[in-house]
T-cell receptor, first 116, second 116 residues
Framework: AQKVTQAQTEISVVEKEDVTLDCVYETRDTTYYLFWYKQPPSGELVFLIRRNSFDEQNEISGRYSWNFQKSTSSFNFTITASQVVDSAVYFCALSDRNSGNTPLVFGKGTRLSVIA | DTEVTQTPKHLVMGMTNKKSLKCEQHMGHRAMYWYKQKAKKPPELMFVYSYEKLSINESVPSRFSPECPNSSLLNLHLHALQPEDSALYLC???????????????FGPGTRLTVT
């Protein structure tokens, strides 16, 4: 069965600190896709990244970086030099061919608070 | 333009009322989604339309009735709701359902529904 675990329910950091959000996934499929979404207090989910299971290269986009490790089934997200605007709930999600009727399987989310 | 719009932003309705939520996208996407999100939980998929046809219904009660008048619009008709239906209702769209290669979904800001 597909499953996404975000063990950190809430994280609080001081501005300018680096923070890593963990995501561990389970799937029986060899072809799958992983996503990260950001949900600020306004409510809208903002797409951040999509990564397929064949591309294990780490990705960097500005202050954001993602570390994909198939050996540990993890797809962790790091924010460097955090800012107050990074405060949000972050969801990791999985989609594979076994997802059936649920195109995206979400983790429970990690609430990040960045304090000025 | 990666924008999905939803109206209204907030809605308060009684249990005997009939109301509708509206969603619109102009990205040429062929899949559109309704999600329900309770506080401190991830979004839960309700319905998926693919090429204007209902493709997925996640066993949603009949008091929720989706409609896809055209490829850009998605409605959710509400009737005889219960207080426990109070939640944030999110609309999303993607290039298509992407059963082989899942595409990222773009979300609207949501409608915050309160049933009294």
């Amino acid at each position: 069965a597909q499953k996404v675990t975000q063990a950190q329910t809430e994280i609080s950091v001081v501005e300018k600190e680096d923070v890593t959000l963990d995501c561990v996934y389970e799937t029986r499929d060899t072809t799958y896709y992983l996503f990260w979404y950001k949900q600020p207090p306004s409510g809208e989910l903002v797409f951040l990244i999509r990564r397929n299971s064949f591309d294990e290269q780490n990705e960097i986009s500005g202050r954001y970086s993602w570390n994909f490790q198939k050996s540990t089934s993890s797809f962790n997200f790091t924010i460097t030099a955090s800012q107050v605007v990074d405060s949000a709930v972050y969801f990791c999600a999985l989609s594979d061919r076994n997802s059936g009727n649920t195109p995206l399987v979400f983790g429970k989310g990690t609430r990040l608070s960045v304090i000025a | 333009d990666t924008e999905v719009t939803q109206t209204p932003k907030h809605l308060v309705m009684g249990m005997t009322n009939k109301k509708s939520l509206k969603c619109e996208q102009h990205m040429g996407h062929r899949a559109m989604y309704w999600y329900k999100q309770k506080a401190k939980k991830p979004p839960e998929l309700m319905f998926v339309y693919s090429y204007e046809k209902l493709s997925i219904n996640e066993s949603v009660p009949s008091r929720f009735s989706p409609e896809c008048p055209n490829s850009s619009l998605l409605n959710l008709h509400l009737h005889a709701l219960q207080p426990e239906d109070s939640a944030l209702y999110l609309c999303a769209s993607s290039q298509d359902m992407g059963l082989q290669i899942p595409y990222e979904q773009y979300f609207g800001p949501g409608t915050r529904l309160t049933v009294t």
